[in-house]
C-alpha cells in the first residue's frame, strides 16, 4: 500500500459567525498546539493555519519561533518536532497552490461540517482512496461558526458527520480533527 499524503488546514477566514455573517476568527493557542500534535502523529505532511490578519500572524509567529528554536524547543522537543509540519498561510488558494507545488498534483478537497450534503463521503470510502497513495488530499477544518457555503459546495466532498451516542453534536475542532485523523489514517482496529 502506497503512503498517503494529506494535509489538513484550519480556516479562520472565510467562516460563519453565530449570525451566519462571514468574519474571521481569532486564533487559540489549544487549536494551535494540540493540532499540530495530532497532525504529527498521524503523519500529516503539513499542517496549515489559514490566517488573513497581520496581528493575528504576528501572534503564531512569536508562537512558532518559540517552539521551533526558542526555549521552547529545547524544553520539549517532541512540540518542537510537531511544530515542525505547521504552516501559516494567508488563504485557501494559498494552500492549495502550496500543496500542487510540493506534490506536482491539485489536491482533492474534503470540507467537514456536521450535517449530511449530497456529495457526502464516508469514512471507509475516503480511508480507502487515501491509502491508494495516488492523490494528495486537503482536510478543511473550520472555527467559529463553520466554512462558509461556497467553499463547502466547492470541494470535492464532505465528509460525513461524527456521531456520538446521544443526540449532542458540537466537538470542538481539536477533538473533531483527532477523531478524523484517527478514522482515516490511524491503526485499522476495527479490523483485528
Known amino acids: ?29 489549544l487549536d494551535v498546539h494540540d493540532i499540530a500534535r495530532s497532525a504529527r502523529t498521524y ?15 504576528e501572534l503564531i509567529n512569536h508562537m512558532l519561533e518559540y517552539w521551533r528554536s526558542g526555549y521552547g524547543a529545547v524544553y520539549n522537543p517532541d512540540r518542537q518536532e510537531a511544530f515542525q509540519r505547521l504552516q501559516l498561510i494567508d488563504t485557501l488558494e494559498d494552500v ?21 450534503y449530497p456529495n457526502t463521503i464516508s469514512y471507509i470510502k475516503l480511508r480507502e482512496e487515501i491509502h491508494k497513495g495516488e492523490k494528495p488530499y486537503l482536510l478543511l477544518f473550520g472555527t467559529g461558526y463553520g ?16 456521531y456520538g451516542g446521544g443526540e449532542y453534536n458540537h466537538l470542538c475542532v ?15 482496529w476495527w479490523g483485528k
Not at 43 to 57: G, L, R, S
Not at 96 to 116: C, L, N, S
Not at 177 to 188: K, M, N, T, Y
Open 96 to 116: 492549495i497552490q502550496d500543496i500542487e507545488k510540493k506534490t506536482g498534483q491539485k489536491p482533492v478537497t474534503i470540507t467537514t461540517d456536521a450535517r449530511v
Open 147 to 162: 466554512i462558509i457555503k461556497e467553499v463547502m459546495e466547492g470541494a470535492d466532498y464532505i465528509l460525513e458527520p461524527i
Open 43 to 57: 503523519n500529516v505532511e503539513t499542517y496549515y493555519i489559514v490566517h488573513p490578519v497581520p496581528a493575528q500572524q
Open 174 to 188: 481539536r477533538s473533531a480533527v483527532s477523531i478524523i485523523l484517527d478514522r482515516l489514517l490511524g491503526e485499522p
Open 1 to 29: 500500500m502506497a503512503k498517503p499524503r494529506v494535509f489538513i488546514a484550519l480556516l479562520h477566514y472565510p467562516i460563519y459567525n453565530k449570525h451566519m455573517e462571514v468574519v474571521t476568527t481569532s486564533i487559540t493557542n
